[in-house]
């Protein structure tokens, strides 16, 4: 795994240009701290910084083909390019490395753009066809790799200069682009987590969506799709075999998966949370490698937070060396503000800071991990789901049978009386909600839904749901085929930047099995019935390792990677969450309601109100503001006083 970035000028680069793309590149030195490399011509500048994995002599970048006239930078994994190298050998192309990346610039000699379809992997590239003056530029299908770009206006007649990069700091460290808030997406990023589409919270500065490709030519962009998950339901013939069949196929796809993602000339290891997936994962790694491997786990202090005793089992099991990093309070927050800049946006989730922490211990042991991310949206994993289908149904029913008024005082006199835990499930409900799309499967798992969001901004206008709204509509014969592609198409692909960017923060790559294309299109049209039955989710998974994990871990309650943060901050953390949301910086910004806010901490330290995820987007918000807007850098917490005050 490597840092990209270069710029596009098509009236010609500047004297200074060179050395803009220099810092660029190198506000990427943790991406690539084994080496750094630049490609200059006429209108473009490739550059790259390289975390050696593959090739380890003969891999520098950027790398040109055999006539110097195409060049390629590259992030990521192609892990079929020894299957590509026989054909292209034989079509007249001559390799010069052992190295993946030489298979994308013969690939693209051989087929043109459409060499992408025949790779099978991880990936962002950058392409620069020096005689056709031309950019290509690639993500990956599934958006394991990131990359964003943007236009700077030019003074010249044939263009804007084009920017890009594996991370947003690269932009920014060009010096040609100011950084400012898209203050239009915030309500998305507050509800959603993250942005569904390319915007990014940085004005003009977009992500290329997965599976899709941008092509720069004399100063003409255009952005194109070429690959999807499918969605257009399960396919007639995989409904008719028998679901031991399925079992077996699903078995050996994920264990090829396994297999191609042990390419390496480094040594490789597994995060193991004892969850299903990485379980499931590291056994079947365990199965091809001729040693025991290495794991790597986290916990926290609370015990009620910790999966150790669970990812222990699995390691032993399998006879692997594990590890382990313990994450206290202090070295949580202590860390947050440096991983916001790490992030580029706001951090999406909690469980990025205890990434850090194991990739930085897998750091002194491996330099390629092996995750069990993907599963849950490709099959189901999630509480959500069967929760989501039972109240749509449910709903429904409830539509017929009740008139509107009996509906409306049930939700607003009765559920409000109920017991505290009670009510919490019925305010969730088809009780509680209105059975549309926007209530029952965007607003009811928002960090801040959209009537909080009301209290809490001053300018919260517009609909946060929009451009996820996009994707659930797609047609789908199945309610639970909507909710799986939107997950995938949005939900996923924050994940994954958490955990490309967590697992960089300490040099380490990180690898997907579960999201090996092929597996995906196969699990994509699966029957509902191999991912979900009743209240048991990711069927099929559960079958094909059933004998090759222990039986607690087939049958263990999903935790779901959990931090105490929501304890942390009605208790020890209450008083810097405070002075961090209500001090003058943050009033005069004009994005939130102070007194709102300051109702809202109140509200979570007495208990009256669990306000764990609004509070931490609020605080993610503000660090970035601080940290990018404001041009401050890093920011520093203050102190919480001393430890013993964790009772409080």
């Not at 597996?519 to 029957?527: G, T």
């Not at 009743?534 to 039986?551: H, N």
Request: neutral net charge; charged residues 25%.
């Amino acid at each position: 795994m490597c840092g990209i970035a270069g710029l596009i000028a098509p009236d010609g680069l500047h004297r200074d240009e060179r050395a803009r793309v220099e810092r660029m590149r190198d506000v990427l030195t943790h991406r690539g701290p084994d080496g750094a490399g630049l490609h200059m011509s006429s209108t473009a500048l490739l550059a790259h910084r390289r975390l050696a994995i593959v090739d380890l002599a003969g891999g520098h970048q950027p790398l040109s083909n055999e006539t110097g006239r195409i060049w390629v930078t590259f992030n990521g994994e192609i892990y079929n390019h020894a299957d590509l190298r026989p054909e292209l050998e034989a079509a007249g192309h001559t390799y010069r490395t052992r190295s993946d990346t030489e298979a994308i610039l013969h690939a693209y000699e051989q087929w043109g753009d459409a060499c992408v379809h025949r790779f099978r992997g991880m990936f962002a590239f950058a392409i620069w066809d020096e005689d056709r003056r031309r950019l290509l530029l690639v993500r990956d299908r599934l958006g394991v790799k990131p990359v964003y770009w943007t236009l700077v206006p030019a003074t010249g007649e044939r263009g804007p200069r084009l920017l890009f990069g594996s991370e947003i700091k690269a932009i920014l460290a060009s010096g040609l682009v100011t950084p400012t808030a898209h203050e239009a997406v915030i309500p998305e990023v507050l509800g959603l987590r993250g942005t569904a589409g390319m915007d990014t919270l940085f004005t003009g500065i977009h992500k290329l969506l997965p599976g899709h490709q941008l092509v720069y030519e004399d100063g003409v962009l255009s952005v194109t799709q070429y690959w999807d998950v499918p969605h257009d339901g399960p396919d007639p013939a995989l409904a008719r075999r028998s679901e031991a069949s399925l079992v077996d196929e699903f078995r050996e796809r994920l264990t090829e998966s396994v297999r191609l993602r042990l390419m390496a000339d480094v040594p490789l290891g597994m995060f193991l949370s004892g969850g299903l997936d990485s379980s499931a994962i590291a056994a079947l790694m365990a199965q091809q490698v001729g040693r025991p491997i290495e794991t790597f786990s986290v916990a926290f202090e609370d015990q009620a937070y910790s999966e150790l005793s669970w990812a222990r089992e699995v390691a032993d099991a399998i006879g692997a060396h594990r590890h382990e990093v313990v994450v206290s309070d202090d070295d949580f927050f202590g860390a947050l503000p440096r991983l916001v800049w790490h992030e580029d946006e706001p951090i999406a989730h909690p469980s990025s800071v205890p990434l850090h922490f194991v990739s930085a211990l897998a750091r002194r042991h491996v330099t390629v991990v092996l995750t069990g991310e993907g599963s849950d949206e490709l099959l189901a994993g999630y509480g959500r789901y069967p929760r989501t289908l039972a109240n749509w149904t449910a709903g429904s029913v409830y539509e017929r049978l009740a008139p509107d008024a009996l509906r409306s005082a049930v939700a607003t006199r009765l559920v409000p009386r109920l017991p505290a835990r009670l009510r919490r499930y019925a305010d969730r409900s088809f009780l509680g909600l209105p059975r549309s799309v926007e209530a029952m499967v965007f607003d009811n798992f928002a960090a801040i839904p959209v009537a909080l969001q009301r209290q809490l901004l001053m300018h919260a206008g517009g609909d946060p749901y929009a451009a996820s709204r996009r994707y659930f509509d797609v047609p789908a014969p199945d309610l639970l085929g909507r909710l799986l592609y939107t997950d995938l198409k949005t939900y996923l692909v924050e994940l994954l930047m958490k955990q490309d960017q967590m697992s960089m923060s300490a040099s380490i790559e990180s690898r997907v099995p579960f999201l090996d294309h092929t597996l995906v299109e196969f699990a994509a049209r699966l029957p509902v019935r191999m991912k979900l039955r009743g209240l048991t989710t990711k069927r099929v998974l559960r079958e094909a390792v059933r004998g090759v994990l222990p039986e607690s871990i087939l049958t263990r309650p999903k935790m779901g990677f959990p931090v105490p943060f929501a304890n942390w901050s009605a208790g020890r953390w209450h008083p810097v969450l405070a002075d961090v949301l209500l001090d003058r910086r943050t009033r005069e910004r004009g994005l939130v309601r102070a007194e709102a806010v300051a109702d809202l901490l109140a509200a979570h330290r007495d208990g009256s109100r669990r306000a764990g995820d609004p509070l931490w987007a609020l605080l993610n918000l503000e660090l970035w503001y601080r940290t990018f807007i404001d041009g401050d850098g890093v920011q520093t917490l203050p102190s919480p006083g001393p430890a013993a005050a964790r009772a409080a």
